[in-house]
């Protein structure tokens, strides 16, 4: 008998929008490119990435803003504008913004992700590996 997975409860930052995830995470990173720092505000957006159909929109699906295409967007709440997650890999992943989770997940970030284009102003001051663009 398989035990499903714990699950996780998220939200943006004014409530409008929560979701339930499956603490199951493939992998998670920091990552450093400029569109993150954009769409979060911050040197890094530390994501979690797991297959897509375990992530389900649980309030206010109607309440999302949806920048980008189907299988390739940034996920946000029209209200606050908090970013949710990004779907990525041709809709196969959703990459969480880990700081949008309520519950504590498992998983924590392993590396640093495209430091190629980190922020100046910001000095990495842990020991996980950085990569210059995404590890293959």
Known sequence: MTESPR?????????????????SFVYAMNCH???????TGSAFKPIA???????????GEDGLMIYGEPDGNNTHCRACGSL????VRDGA???VAMGTLVDDPTIRPTAHIFVGSKAPWHTIADDLPQYEEFPT
Do not use: P, W
Request: aromatic residues 10%; contains cysteine.
């Open 7 to 23: 699950m996780l409860t998220g939200k943006c930052y004014c409530g409008a929008v929560q979701y339930e995830v499956a603490d």
């Open 33 to 39: 490119c400029s569109n993150c720092r954009r769409t």
């Open 49 to 59: 990435g797991i297959e897509r159909a375990k992530l389900t929109v649980t309030r």
């Open 84 to 87: 949710l997650f990004s779907v």
């Open 93 to 95: 992943y959703v990459h």
